[in-house]
């Protein structure tokens, strides 16, 4: 059975053209430089080039993109390392899709360097595609043809046939529950089951990493449960690196790793238990009919705090300690206190200074 | 693997090795990639009946409709209007099918299928290959069930020119869906391929003889009329249409008409309309093959 090799990159620069077999044709100076900016212990020189296995499936560094006259992507950077379920989380706007568009190579890089396995999305497409699977938040099956006929078209597209399709086909199908729906036409499947179909093209090749847009868009609860149950499958048993956009919270908080992004940046990066903790064990939310005046008594008491929209934020060590003192001072005011573990949304309020949803929710701090 | 295995050197003999294992390792998909789209096309045909029922339907409708309805009103050197229509109606048999095939180029984009083909390892111009020729050959055996028909009923007789009459509907076939496939590649909407087939295609047909003779530009013609001429003339469809008309008028395809028949209009010789036909479907296969390499941005969608 075939599997993707990772290798390192080579040392001869050409330039390579759209479609065309761009391999081979590398930049080690620019992907040593880009290697050594994450992992400065080892030594990337472009005439003698020494890698571990452990390369990171994903290294974006210093991306801008530019739509018109607004930033998508302003100065991001990111690792990905290999083996993670790794998740992109961000409101809409953020720059999720287009950092999947660059990476899958469907928009070209206007700024900065993308590399997959060591492998440069600028200047080495064909290679990149190859330890790709895409599965985009839009449906690409074909619903006049088959689960078993869309399968046989992505086939195609890297040349598997033959006994080792069958092969393959018996072996995605089995593994994500579609045996019995091979032969039904797509447009009849359900949203769940239509994830599913994708997800088997997706990963029929056995790429290497696993791009995924907005895997649970449309799915009910149940069917969401269901894909993620058989992506954490497919990491387990393929050992395929997994990274996905989301804009929804708890699903970023399945993942191993994940990253925040908003206005085009990353703003915080780790396990998404690691990230909660930064805040503290616990969040003060307070709601008052005078929120400047809480805020106030707050300040005086040196408890940072950051004020949205509709209500106040306290996310420090012990924060139940200032209750008590809060509910009898303030008490006339307050309409509310809730303390609570912080939630994703609290570390992307944290990071951000606004709500995940609300752009204008100001927050002084 | 161990560290020495991936160790790399920049020697030439070594930069070697590696490019070719850096190489997809997916072997044969371009082959597999054109097959692939081109078997898809037959596939979504036939599940969708509406097509095959318009397919089969239209052309004979107005054959039928156009021949007789405006037989009493054709003088061509008393050649009826079915017969002068023929070689029309192939034509537009042609067009008809490369339209809706090519159609399928911004549905594809729509429902997300042409994505998953951009950023798999297959070169582009695969994706304009396996579409015009899936699409040709649907137009091209769609034409060759019109002229079973047209034999069947004797207003085609068989003949050594029914070779060029077969050759002739394929290369029409083949530069009329890589036409279609250079205006429906940018778009990213149906209404607007709609458009281009108003403006562009159908009147591509009307003025390439199919319809009416190309008017002969005489001493006292008019501006109009010798802008019409010139007009039809430049028109590489008129050569495709000269193609058939030739080759159907030929006394050794039945005698529908003699050649003297047809000296009352404009029509190319046979050779002309061989070789601006050929070099029409070249510069048509080039220019589809240019056009899609370049981003389209219903891409991003």
């Not at chain 2, 015009?132 to 137009?139: K, Q, V």
């Amino acid at each position: 059975m075939w599997q993707p090799r990772v290798h390192a990159p080579v040392t001869n620069a050409t330039s390579g053209r759209e479609g065309h077999s761009a391999v081979g044709e590398t930049t080690c100076d620019v992907i040593a430089d880009h290697l050594a900016h994450y992992f400065p212990q080892q030594t990337y020189r472009s005439n003698e080039v020494t890698l571990s296995t452990t390369l990171p499936a994903l290294v974006a560094s210093s991306i801008r993109y530019r739509y018109d006259a607004s930033h998508a992507l302003d100065g991001l950077d990111l690792s990905v390392a290999s083996g993670d379920i790794f998740a992109l989380l961000g409101p809409n706007g953020s720059g999720k899709t287009t950092l999947f568009r660059l990476i899958s190579t469907l928009a070209m890089i206007q700024e900065g360097e993308i590399s997959v396995f060591g492998h440069s999305v600028r200047k080495q497409r064909a290679a990149v595609r190859s330890l790709l699977g895409v599965v985009f938040q839009n449906p690409s099956l074909d619903p006049k043809l088959t689960v078993e006929e869309n399968i046989r078209c992505q086939a195609a597209l890297y040349g598997i046939s033959g006994q080792d399709l069958r092969k393959r086909i018996q072996a995605v199908s089995e593994q994500l529950g579609l045996e019995e729906r091979l032969a039904t036409p797509t447009e009849k499947l359900s949203g769940g089951l239509k994830r599913r179909a994708e997800l088997a093209k997706g990963i029929l090749h056995q790429p290497k990493l696993l791009l995924l847009d907005e895997p649970s868009t449309g799915l009910d609860p149940a069917s969401r449960l269901d894909l993620w149950h058989a992506i954490q499958q497919l990491r387990t048993e393929s050992g395929v690196t997994v990274l996905l956009t989301t804009h929804l919270l708890e699903e970023a908080d399945k993942a191993d790793r994940i990253a925040i992004l908003d206005r085009g940046a990353v703003v915080a990066e780790g396990p998404p238990a690691e990230l909660r903790a930064s805040l503290g064990n616990q969040v003060l939310s307070i709601r008052s009919t005078n929120m400047n005046a809480v805020i106030a008594w707050l300040e005086e008491h040196s408890v940072p705090c950051q004020k949205l929209s509709d209500q106040i934020l306290v996310s420090i060590p012990n924060a139940m300690d200032i209750v008590a003192p809060l509910s009898k001072q303030m008490g006339d005011l307050i309409q509310s206190i809730t303390l609570g573990q912080p939630s994703l949304e609290d570390v992307f309020i944290a990071k951000t200074g606004h709500r995940f949803w609300k752009y204008d929710a100001s927050v002084s701090a | 693997m161990s560290a020495a295995e991936l160790k790399h050197t920049s020697h030439s003999s070594s930069s070697e090795a590696a490019t070719s294992e850096l190489r997809p390792p997916f072997r044969n998909n371009v082959g597999s990639t054109v097959w692939m789209l081109a078997k898809r096309e037959w596939i979504r045909f036939f599940r969708q009946r509406n097509r095959v029922v318009a397919a089969v339907g239209q052309p004979i409708f107005f054959w039928l409709l156009f021949g007789t309805g405006l037989h009493s009103a054709f003088r061509s050197g008393g050649q009826d209007f079915m017969t002068y229509y023929l070689p029309g109606t192939f034509a537009l048999i042609v067009l008809f099918t490369a339209i809706f095939t090519t159609i399928s180029v911004i549905e594809d984009r729509k429902e997300g299928f042409l994505q998953n083909v951009l950023v798999a390892p297959v070169p582009r111009w695969t994706i304009a290959l396996g579409k015009i020729l899936g699409g040709g050959a649907i137009a091209f055996v769609q034409a060759l069930a019109f002229v079973a028909l047209t034999l069947a009923t004797g207003n085609l007789g068989f003949s050594p020119a029914l070779l060029g009459i077969v050759a002739a509907l394929a290369i029409a076939s083949l530069a009329l869906t890589a036409l279609g496939f250079m205006f429906a590649w940018p778009m990213d909407s149906t209404q607007g391929f709609h458009a281009v087939m108003s403006l562009v295609l159908l009147p591509m047909w009307l003025l390439s003889g199919a319809f009416f003779p190309i008017p002969p530009p005489t001493a006292g013609s008019g501006v109009g009329q010798v802008a019409m001429h010139w007009l039809m003339r430049c028109n590489p469809m008129s050569y495709l249409v000269s193609c058939l008309r030739h080759m159907m008028l030929s006394p050794s395809s039945g005698g529908l008409a003699s050649n003297s028949e047809v000296a009352n209009y404009w029509l190319p010789s046979l050779t002309v309309s061989w070789l601006v036909s050929i070099v029409f479907l070249v510069v048509t296969f080039v220019g589809a093959w240019m056009i899609v390499l370049r981003p389209a941005k219903g891409d991003l969608k």
